[in-house]
């Protein structure tokens, strides 16, 4: 028996209270890859109806059509998925705490958002899941962090894993270190089209065409992730095999080791997790006022 079918995901309602950019990833990866039928998906927002449309549209999944409310949607949720922004969550709970109840479980994809700050805006304590995903959920490939409030039983951690792991991979970790994973793999995939960028320049300044050295890029990327996972070796010692002495990489790379490259990678992984400490401390203090 799966995991998925050992956690009874086909028979729940999943609900998406925020419908942008991760939602989407997340429900994609779900349909895509077949563990629920999109019927039992629904996809909420605040006020953008046309979006709604376009998701309805495109997945098949569950919307308010014109003069229903997200009232029943919630209430009938096994699983209610929050993904707005964070500036928007407190407003969102606040709006929605009427219609839960204690036995849904409460899954966050929310940056900074605590375990202790979703508890003081519901008034009590619940069964939460505090994820930081990706957007390669998308294709199957994203990378989680998760951590269960107390009151989250053993048959629902199973199944968030199940979830969660049917669009990549999963790691659970202590909330405390939510931050450093958004940090490394929930802004992650930024850092490296931002790099896939730059590669993209300097693919246009040495004169291939666009679409070559997009090719060229791409599979650079993906063999190099690959390679990294697939011969277990260290990405130092696969880097230390590209370069001979004295060659093109060593030039490179020298002029990479000028411009900081590693320390502002790190500086930037680790400005990343204290943002995501900045917009959780935002939200406990609007909490507070
Ligand atoms: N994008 C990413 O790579 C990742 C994002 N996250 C987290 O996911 C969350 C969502 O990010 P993202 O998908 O990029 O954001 P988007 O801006 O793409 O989507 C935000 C969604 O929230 C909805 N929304 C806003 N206010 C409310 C409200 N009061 N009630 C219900 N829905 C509301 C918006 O609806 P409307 O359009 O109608 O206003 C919109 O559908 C963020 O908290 C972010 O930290 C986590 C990991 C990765
Ligand atoms: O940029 C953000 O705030 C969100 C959280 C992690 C990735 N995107």
Redesign the pocket.
Known sequence: MSLLTQAGISSLQLCF?????????IVRGLINEKLVEPGRISM?????RD?LAELHDRYGVQTVVQGSS?EAYLREADIIFL????K??A??LS??KPYLSPKQLIVS?????SINSIERLLGREAAIVRT????SSTIGLGATGISYSESVTPQQRLLTEAIMGSVGINAVVDESLQEAV?GVS??G??YVYYFMEAMLEAASQLGLTRESAKELVVQTVLGAAEMVRTTGEEPAELRRKVTSPNGTTQAALEVMDEGLFAETVVKAARRSAERAGE?GEAIERSINE
Not at 17 to 25: Q, T, W
Not at 109 to 113: D, N, S
Not at 132 to 135: D, I, S
């Open positions: 209270y925020g419908a942008g950019s991760m939602a989407e990833a909420l927002n605040k006020q953008n979006r997200n993904a707005m922004k964070p928007d969550a407003a969102a709006s929605i994809v929310i940056a900074g958002l930081m995903p990706n957007t958004t929930g802004s995939p930024a917009l």
